[in-house]
């Protein structure tokens, strides 16, 4: 008699089905700056119950939870921050995600209704309530972007050789960050940034802040229609491909070519997935988190972005990986 054959391992289905546990302890725990009680040393958590009021047996588990992920190391009937939660989710430290991290849990909920968005294929939260029209989320979009991007920027600053160029188009350029700080690292290039109005007024705070005023400009502008301009070094498109069908995509590209002076790079930086869209898996869920925020949200493959570039008559297409952690490629392409 045959053997039965071995079962596959539930295990990873398992997991995945509790995942969200994972992140409503990280996201409830950042949202009442829970690392920040921790800052200068072990506390128990009935005394760290008392300093944000909460219940002290349900803080407990919490902070247990916590040592489970990693997040807090416990010491006899105390816990200290790990070093990475000191490091990144603590609000004093210089490398504090915070505002990254609370634009993940304002999402949580727009996840929850992920079934209804898959019926009726629209986005389950409306992008002006991001892009302008709720003021107080459009900054914490915004300052969450600049967040994100100042570790991102810093990567693409070691992938991106702009030396000599003089000036960059940013198109979609969010709080100005990518364009502070590349302007920063390759003296005599100026950018100017092509953005909604309602977060280019937030942006310009954030030029300003940087001190980037006279190198950075903040144009209002819908980059579908906007005039982009000609005779620039080089366009950067940075995350917002994703936002974009592939035939608008191939508009923008074509449209950044013609905009490009001879020999000017066109720079597209993005969660991307390998051929056949499936991975990395993170890259796939991201395509599904783009579809729930905007009216043509999803993700696209690099080899596609590729593609467009030559048939807009760009040469010398080259992808590169983001150093990790991040997990955005740069496909670049240079006018004939
Ligand atoms: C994910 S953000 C990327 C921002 C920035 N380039 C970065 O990589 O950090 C996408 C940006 O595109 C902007 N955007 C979306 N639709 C736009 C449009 N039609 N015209 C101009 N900007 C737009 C959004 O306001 C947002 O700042």
Redesign the pocket.
Known sequence: MNAPAALPDPGAIMRLSTAFWDSQTLLTAARLRLFDTLADGARGADEVAAALGLDARATALLMRALAGLGLLRPEGDRFANTPEAATFLVSRSPGYMGNVIRYSDQLYATWGELEQALRSGRPALAAQTY?GDDPARTRAF?VA?HE??QG?ARALVGVLDLAGRRSML??????G??SVLLTARFPGLRAEV???PG?AAVARELVAEAGAADRVAVRD????S?DFGHGHDVVLM???F??ETPAACRDLIARAAACLAPGGLLVV?DVFTDEGGATPAFAALFGLNMMLTAPDGGVHADADVRRWMEAAGLRDMRVQPLPPPMPHRVVTGVRR
């Not at 940013?170 to 709080?175: C, I, Q, T």
């Not at 502008?221 to 579908?224: K, L, N, P, T, V």
Request: proline share 3%; charged share 20%.
């Open positions: 892009l915004v972007m994100r991007a991102i940013d198109v979609g350029g969010g709080p960050t990518y092509v953005e909604l977060v502008g819908d980059y579908r906007a940075s995350g917002m994703h936002r930086s």
